[in-house]
Every structure is written in structure tokens, then in C-alpha cells.
């Protein structure tokens, strides 16, 4: 059981930044694909980023140039840095694993418990 810990959200002011962080216990993040997605009220879950095995990143057009998603396979973290942030950026925030035991292992997803992001105007 692979568990993800979401942290690092918070109030903010329109134009700042937060850095968010998804550590994983229980098992390596080497051979997963990691994504964030966000949920703001009344609206459906979207993804924001996404990073691959091989680091390539994708990114919604609502965030590109203004969100960067990295990792750190020695820490088995997964991060989000949101710069410029804007009040329409508010929602919670969720980390999710593909998760793989081994390269050639079917995925099983996991998702953390989410971290509320407030981008005030």
C-alpha cells in the first residue's frame, strides 16, 4: 500500500507563490508516472501536471509557464511550483501515482488526501 502525502498549500495573495510536496511511503515512485490535479468547489477534478518515468512533463493551458512539476527519486517526492498565482488557481490539490512496482508492472492508481490552495484577489 503505497501511501501520498500532500503538503505545503496555503493562503496566498494573487501574484505569489506556493511550492507543494507529495511524499510517498510504502513504496519507490521510480517507475511511476506522477501527476497533480485539483478540484475547486462545484467543479469537476482536472489535472494541472503531470510528470513522466523519463521526465517529460505535461501541463494544463490554464498553468503553463507558471507551474513547474519536478521529482526527486532520492527523496520519493513529487513537486508543484505555482508561481503568479491567480484567484481562479484556488482549489484543493491532490497528488496522483500511476504506481508500478517495476517497469513492466500493470499501474495502480493512488491518490493522496489533497492540500487546499486559497489564492486571494
Known amino acids: 500500500q503505497v501511501n501520498l502525502v500532500e503538503s505545503g498549500g496555503g493562503l496566498v495573495q494573487a501574484g505569489g507563490s506556493l511550492r507543494l510536496s507529495c511524499a510517498a511511503s510504502?513504496?519507490?515512485?521510480?517507475?511511476?508516472?506522477m501527476g497533480w490535479y485539483r478540484q475547486a468547489p462545484g467543479k469537476q477534478r482536472e489535472l494541472v501536471a503531470r510528470i513522466t518515468t523519463t521526465s517529460t512533463m505535461e501541463y494544463a493551458d490554464s498553468v503553463k509557464g507558471r507551474f513547474t512539476i519536478s521529482r526527486d527519486y532520492a527523496k520519493n517526492t513529487v513537486y508543484l511550483q505555482m508561481n503568479s498565482l491567480k484567484p481562479e488557481d484556488t482549489a484543493v490539490y491532490y497528488c496522483?501515482?500511476?504506481?508500478?512496482?517495476?517497469?513492466?508492472?500493470?499501474?495502480?492508481?493512488?491518490w493522496g488526501q489533497g492540500t487546499q490552495v486559497t489564492v486571494s484577489s
Open positions: 510504502g513504496g519507490s515512485l521510480n517507475f511511476s508516472p
Open positions: 496522483n501515482a500511476d504506481w508500478r512496482r517495476t517497469s513492466w508492472s500493470p499501474p495502480v492508481p493512488y
